[in-house]
């Protein structure tokens, strides 16, 4: 439950509270985030699980916008966390059932994009720092109906740097 509440309290703090994502607020209120803290023993364990929330995600069509599998013991060196990740997004990529349904965003405690030198003081690192190791399954449909509120998506992003550089 901790690792849960926690989640939870970053979500609403960090991700609502500084509108990170103009997105979050509404999913939340209407109970589409679903938070799945993860027990699996093994990186390996870990891959397949959030494999198969996506899969749920995908049959489940008028289920939660966004899913969260977090994990509290796995995945702390973030390079490991990043190509466990890729590993993942690749699957999604090749699987009919999957690609074009659902999509992955990532989030880490040492989160650091390629080329940022992964200095702590870059704000565009920050981001996409999380309490924990977690997977973000999106459904991409919903995520292409939020998007056609903005002229441009990329502002978003850019917004959140500037936030980041304040806070």
Request: net charge negative.
């Amino acid at each position: 439950a901790a690792v849960h509440d926690a989640t939870l309290r970053w979500v609403e703090r960090a991700v609502i509270g500084l509108n990170l994502c103009p997105w979050a607020k509404p999913a939340l209120t209407r109970g589409h985030i679903l938070i799945k803290v993860s027990h699996a023993s093994s990186v390996a364990e870990l891959k397949e699980e959030v494999l198969a929330e996506a899969r749920k995600m995908a049959a489940d069509e008028d289920g939660q916008d966004t899913w969260l599998v977090v994990t509290e013991r796995l995945l702390p060196d973030f390079l490991h966390y990043n190509a466990v990740a890729n590993a993942i997004d690749d699957e999604i990529d090749d699987d009919e059932g999957l690609r074009g349904v659902v999509q992955l965003a990532t989030f880490h405690p040492d989160y650091s994009f390629a080329g940022s030198g992964g200095e702590e003081e870059e704000a565009d690192n920050w981001t996409n720092r999380s309490p924990f190791a977690m997977f973000h399954l999106l459904r991409e449909e919903r995520m292409e109906e939020a998007l056609e509120g903005y002229a441009d998506p990329e502002e978003v992003w850019q917004k959140n740097v500037r936030v980041m550089r304040e806070e």
